[in-house]
């Protein structure tokens, strides 16, 4: 199917809005927070107000000409084209652009990923006839396990090494507070501590309504409160002077990517945590059946194996190679 509301560049042509783009435009559409996503100096943005509210806090009150607000599933129809968000599960405020156009259905999906999340918004299946999906872990080698499981495995080091401060290493935007929230959800209930760096999203969240339990600045606290707590800091800290502070410490780090060894090992990370926001292989594959789309474009990563897996079903697939989407940034 050619697509003649959308092209390959991610611009509604009829409306002359762009998805994600990496250069300022007139009008965009923003499917969530992360930078490679959100950047600042558009004219006008389309988000929902969460991902408002982070590019604000990210980026500055002006980082954009006006915001516009979308609730989820809420349609909102621009000459002709009619525009409707759906949560991605992502992170908060992460959101899928569906676009509908003389019958046409196209869906893009932003970053998203289908494992329950209490600091996203479910993710919700969207049918369509083009869908335009991410692939970041888009071969079969990438099977993410239970998050559950590895924060089992976070737990059970507290306990075995219960004179050390266990640093885990997270991206600022939704994989911290992801991790406390998985932490609070394994009745984990002491005071976790934050590098500086995560502060503020952290409030942020709160405010937005994801209770994250006390947490506490680890630059306030004497070395001997850091002697078998959790501190979370931004996998730049690790190896820096600041870590140097912390009481002989595990170092750790969630990631998707840490199911990779040899990427494990490069880092010197003690205890890789696999704990990904984004769908692994089977989930990518169970999200393109269920849609039921007969067209697949890919971008974002492992484009070329999830094409030649859509081809051999009988879809019609092709890579997007859309430059400036990071696949190793703050994208795992
Ligand atoms: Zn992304
Ligand atoms: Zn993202």
Redesign the pocket.
């Known amino acids: 199917m050619a697509s003649p509301i959308l092209d390959r560049n991610l611009h509604i042509r009829a409306i002359d809005t762009f998805i994600d783009p990496a250069s300022p435009k007139d009008r965009a559409i923003i499917t ?1 927070g ?1 930078s490679d ?1 959100a950047r600042s100096g558009h004219g006008k943005v389309l988000a929902t107000v969460d991902t408002i509210a982070i590019m604000k806090v990210r980026y500055g009150e002006g980082c954009t000409g006006s915001f516009q607000a979308l609730a989820y599933g809420e349609p909102l129809d621009i000459d002709g084209v009619r525009i409707t968000l759906y949560p991605a599960g ?2 908060l405020g992460s959101a899928q652009v569906l676009i509908e156009h003389q019958g046409q259905r196209i869906v893009v999906t932003g ?1 998203y990923k289908r494992h329950p999340d209490r600091t996203a918004q479910p993710f919700e299946l969207v049918p369509c006839d083009l869908l335009v999906t991410e692939a970041t872990f888009g071969l079969p080698v990438f099977q993410h396990p239970e998050p559950e499981v590895e924060i089992a495995r976070l737990l059970r080091s507290l306990r075995d090494s219960a004179d050390r401060s266990h640093v885990i290493g997270c991206y600022a935007l939704g994989k911290a507070q992801r991790v406390i929230s998985l932490l609070r959800g394994a009745g984990y209930e002491a005071p976790i501590y934050l590098h500086g760096a995560m502060v503020r999203l952290c409030e942020l969240y709160e405010e937005r309504g994801v209770p994250l339990g006390e947490l506490r600045l680890a630059i306030d606290a004497p070395k001997s409160e850091l002697e078998g707590a959790v501190v979370i800091a931004p996998p730049s800290a690790l190896k820096d002077r600041w870590s140097r502070r912390l009481a002989d410490p595990v170092l750790a780090f969630a990631s998707g990517w840490m199911s990779i060894k040899q990427r494990a090992r490069q880092s010197l990370v003690e205890l890789p945590l696999v704990i990904s926001d984004h769908v692994d292989w089977n989930e990518l594959r169970q999200t393109i059946a269920e849609t039921g789309a007969s067209t697949v474009w890919v971008t974002h990563g492992r484009e070329d194996a999830l094409v030649y897996y859509c081809r051999q079903q009988g879809l019609t697939a092709e890579p997007l190679n859309i430059q400036g989407f990071e696949d190793n940034g703050e ?1 795992e």
């Open positions: 969530h992360h996503h992502h992170i970053d994208e």
